[in-house]
């Protein structure tokens, strides 16, 4: 499976913000962005081009693509499926990409980033109603309950204590048995996502 390699904060630094890839790094002051506030590469610090109305449709939508962690492919495919469903597509794309079974492991604070949140659930550190799951991009769905696997409840345990991250309300956290209950649909106002999410439909839609 094809997957990014290279420096992800250069991703970060690539937009001019931090997209927190690499988990409680970022909050330091060892964050790549908080010391080099300029893109990579060697015409990193020239001048800033202006970009088109092309060009601020496809930022919008890489940053997105690089906040989950998906490859294009992924990214796009998920566009698809929200375009179909009833509402308002980009915030039922974003619903979607939060739904992720990864996402929801990091959002609870298994693992300190979307890509640990990954390998987590690759696995075998979640179950999905009882039964043992390996697959990132399962969508849960509300009334699903995700849990913890037994070996891996030490580093969950561990993971959840040294972070300082709140679970959104529309995951019903148990803190002692380490497993949540979706109770409902992620609200755009609670997704602490920096993009604007019409820019991705328009991009798609040109």
């Not at 974003?94 to 492991?105: G, I, T």
């Not at 990091?106 to 696995?123: E, I, N, P, T, W």
Request: proline content about 3%; aromatic content about 8%.
């Amino acid at each position: 499976m094809a997957r990014y390699t290279d420096a992800v904060c250069k991703q970060c630094r690539s937009v001019g913000i931090k997209l927190f890839l690499k988990g409680e790094k970022c909050n330091t002051g060892k964050c790549p962005v908080s010391r080099r506030a300029y893109k990579p590469g060697m015409h990193g610090q020239g001048k800033r081009v202006r970009l088109t109305d092309y060009g601020v449709r496809l930022a919008e939508k890489q940053k997105a693509r690089r906040i989950y962690g998906l490859l294009e492919k992924q990214f796009h495919n998920t566009f698809v499926k929200a375009s179909k469903k009833t509402g308002v597509t980009g915030e039922v794309f974003l619903q979607m990409l939060e739904k992720r079974l990864d996402n929801v492991a990091y959002r609870l604070g298994f693992a300190q980033s979307r890509a640990a949140a990954r390998q987590f659930v690759l696995h075998g550190g979640l179950t999905l109603n009882g039964k043992s799951v390996n697959i990132p991009s399962m969508q849960v769905k509300i009334g699903d309950k995700v849990a913890v696997s037994a070996a891996f409840k030490t580093q969950a345990e561990g993971n959840v204590s040294s972070m300082n991250r709140a679970v959104p309300s529309w995951l019903a956290f148990d803190s002692g048995n380490f497993s949540a209950t979706i109770n409902s649909e992620p609200s755009r106002s609670e997704l602490d996502i920096p993009v604007q999410e019409n820019l991705i439909v328009e991009f798609y839609s040109r």
